[in-house]
């Protein structure tokens, strides 16, 4: 199947090191490897990693003025210059405007003919679905996140009933959507598309990567742990990852582990206010900040890990797949998380970690001292975390099931292109 894939989010460099840039990455080189051909079209390519199979076409946001001036009138909106808030939204709806037909020529001048069109959901953009419509093959949807309450809480949002507007059109125009969990399943149906247009689809690992051959020594030496246990944190340091519940549990296992290291993988907003916790605590010893860290090299970090802690924050319709989580149990370790969201599911307590109740510092802390405790159990729950890992969330899964779900809805030949 000739598959073009759509990531018109600008804040997603489809090269670097963010978890959306791996994802996109990644689902792109499992499409290629169960048999498909795919296309990638992006608002930002960015740098950092080896792009993934296939073309990859960058049609980034217009340098001109003028388009941005033309949102704003139709919006009646006179002044904007000196809202930065406003301005940007107004650029990501100019370049809207444009995507469709530019992304429509390039498959034209290259004479591609997709069968599908597979869209990662952006703030604010109906390009895809204008381009599926104009091309008259399906259009399957992935929705990570609800964009506008992410985009209006934590960096602002003046159209708000606009973006509301669109991300309804698209949700409901879309041929069918993939939801990473059940939460945003739910958010979809109050869109109101039917439930059973909506499928959900979990993040994946690729265990050829992530696996329990990787040698744990490398960088146990680097940081010079040798045989102390560690735990570990890896993702992007955000407010709701609880990162200071993490180092307040960490203060009462060292009451009974005084050996145990703690290494924190990632960067992001609180890693400040997280060094001079650490400095005004006197944890240097015992905490590793390691910073920010290639996705190529997360695998030899978690295996200098005995155990794994996704410690996020209490918060009502927990939406997140997390990608870190599935990563840890395919490298067999098990994992420490509240008893929230889908963590629910990618973690069996007792069998593949260890929950406890979101915001319990207590119950965070006791959970990974029982495990560091007992080396005999916390093996076996790695090797059935390992187990799970690979056969329940592969990408190579997601990607087949994807394409089954198009094939049901594929015409015999993609429709001619229409610019």
Same mark, same amino acid.
Not at 221 to 248: C, E, M, N, Q, T
Not at 340 to 359: A, C, F, K, N, W
């Given at each position: ?154 960096? !602002?949002? +003046?159209?708000?009933? &606009?973006? =509301?507007? @669109?991300? *309804? $059109? ?97 960067? !992001?907003? +609180?890693?400040?206010? &997280?060094? =001079?916790? @650490?400095? *005004? $605590? ?138």
């Amino acid at each position: 199947m000739k598959i073009a894939y759509l990531c018109a989010d600008g804040g997603i460099p489809v090269l670097g090191h963010k978890g959306a840039s791996v994802h996109v990455r990644e689902m792109i080189g499992a499409f290629t490897r169960t048999g498909h051909e795919v296309s990638l079209f992006c608002s930002r390519l960015g740098e950092g990693n080896a792009p993934p199979p296939g073309e990859c076409m960058e049609l980034p946001p217009q340098d001109d003025p003028e388009p941005i001036a033309n949102a704003a009138r139709d919006l009646g909106i006179e002044t904007y210059e000196h809202d930065r808030t406003l301005r940007r939204e107004l650029a990501r709806i100019a370049h809207d405007r444009a995507l469709a037909a530019r992304m429509l020529g390039a498959l034209q001048r290259s004479g591609q003919r997709p069968e599908l069109l597979y869209e990662r959901y952006s703030l604010m953009h109906r390009a895809g679905l204008q381009v599926a419509a104009a091309l008259d093959i399906p259009h399957i949807l992935e929705i990570n996140a609800p964009l506008v309450e992410e985009q209006a809480r934590f960096r !602002g949002l +003046v159209q708000r009933g &606009l973006a =509301e507007s @669109i991300e *309804r $059109e698209v949700f409901r125009g879309a041929s069918h959507i993939v939801a990473v969990s059940a939460a945003m399943k739910t958010h979809a149906i109050k869109q109101g598309v039917p439930e059973q247009r909506i499928s959900i689809l979990p993040n994946g690992v690729d265990t050829t990567r992530f696996n329990t051959a990787i040698d744990k020594l490398l960088i146990r030496a680097r940081h010079g742990f040798s045989g102390s246990p560690v735990i570990g944190f890896v993702g992007s340091l955000k407010p709701w990852h609880g990162l200071d519940l993490l180092l307040d549990a960490f203060h009462q296992i060292r009451r009974e582990h005084g050996d145990a290291r703690l290494l924190i993988v990632g960067d !992001g907003p +609180v890693m400040e206010h &997280l060094r =001079e916790r @650490i400095m *005004r $605590e006197r944890m240097g010893n015992s905490v590793v900040l390691a910073g920010h860290v290639p996705h190529d090299e997360i695998p030899a970090y978690l295996a200098a890990m005995d155990v794994t802690v996704a410690p996020y924050q209490p918060q009502p319709d927990f939406y997140f797949s997390p990608m870190k989580v599935i990563e840890s149990m395919a490298m067999g370790r098990p994992v420490v998380a509240p008893r929230i969201g889908q963590l629910t599911e990618l973690v069996e307590d007792g069998v593949t970690g260890r929950l406890y109740s979101p915001g319990d510092t207590a119950g965070c802390a006791a959970a990974i001292s029982e495990l560091l405790q007992n080396p005999l159990s916390r093996r076996a729950m790695g090797e059935q975390a390992a187990r799970r890992a690979s056969t329940a969330f592969s990408w190579d899964s997601n990607a087949a099931r994807v394409a089954s779900l198009a094939a049901q809805m594929c015409p015999t030949h993609a429709g001619p292109l229409a610019v």
